[in-house]
């Protein structure tokens, strides 16, 4: 790399660091303004009687820092995700999770359109070989999405008429460090990765969410009946422990 391709790089990652910073800052009865970087994901921890241009010079003075751990991470996360085969490669001959099996990806621009192959062990997209990365995943996201939503309805009507939990609302969310959650007003969120999943965590994740509408709480009650209403929850929580939703999409 030329010296002044190296300048151009590190104005743009000070850039991008930048721009992370401000559309991450959460303001709130916080001590001290302090800047964290995780999984890659910046946030900004801003006390409520910090003005803006107190702000912006922290911002500033901390943006060399920022801008170096957003880039290990990324590299670190782009190695894990290399070395785990549940990690989605999206290009032709690439691999994706599907339903806890990996699937391997095939770009096919003469097919009528992006399904699984017959003896299930590949997904053929509807694309040419040659496709960019941003395609094969933008078609692949919205098909593992189209999967979860029918999943989802199907499993938590199941699990609402089983336990008579109901919920006000279910929607996807695209988080990357939860698979689910539960508010205070009784609306439920699941993570659409879980469709990478083995069917099993998806059931037991809904479980876990339908229950915090009785038990707001990670108390001994709370687990009795999770393990009460699904008793594989020991064996999928200890599979759990080794899955990180951001390394597999
Ligand atoms: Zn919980």
């Known amino acids: 790399m030329l010296p002044s391709d190296r300048l151009e790089r590190r104005a743009e990652l000070l850039e991008l660091a930048r721009r992370s910073c401000w559309d991450n800052v ?3 009865r916080f001590k ?21 241009s107190e702000l912006t010079r922290f911002i500033e003075a901390n943006l060399e820092k920022v801008a ?13 995700r290399k070395a785990n085969p549940m990690s989605a490669l999206l290009c032709d001959g690439g691999r994706v999770a599907y339903e806890g099996n990996v699937l391997t990806l095939r770009c ?7 399904r699984i192959s017959e003896d299930a062990k590949e997904l ?10 941003e395609d094969v995943s933008a078609i692949v996201q919205k098909w593992l999405k189209e999967r979860f939503a029918e999943r989802m309805a199907e499993r938590v009507s199941f699990w609402v008429n089983k336990t008579g939990l109901q919920p006000k609302k279910v929607s996807a969310s695209n988080a990357k460090t939860l ?11 699941l993570s659409w990765r879980l469709i990478c999943l083995p069917p099993a965590v998806f059931d037991y994740i809904i479980v876990h969410e339908l229950v915090h ?10 687990w009795e009946e999770v393990n009460a209403i699904y008793p594989e929850t020991p064996s999928v929580r200890r599979y759990l422990k080794n ?3 951001a390394d597999l999409f």
């Not at 096919?108 to 992006?114: A, E, F, L, Q």
């Not at 959650?181 to 439920?188: A, L, P």
């Open 68 to 80: 170096t751990w957003m880039h290990l991470q990324k590299i670190m996360l782009e190695n894990r």
């Open 124 to 133: 053929c997209v509807k694309l040419a070989a040659t496709a960019r990365r």
């Open 213 to 222: 509408l009785r038990h707001f709480d990670h108390s001994k009650a709370f």
């Open 32 to 52: 001290y303004l302090r800047v964290s970087v995780r999984e890659g994901r910046v946030r900004v921890s801003c006390p409520t009687r910090v003005g803006q």
């Open 26 to 28: 959460v303001r709130g």
């Open 179 to 189: 698979w689910g959650s539960c508010s205070r007003n009784g609306s439920v969120r």
């Open 243 to 245: 899955v990180r939703a």
């Open 108 to 114: 096919d621009p003469n097919i009528d359109r992006t």
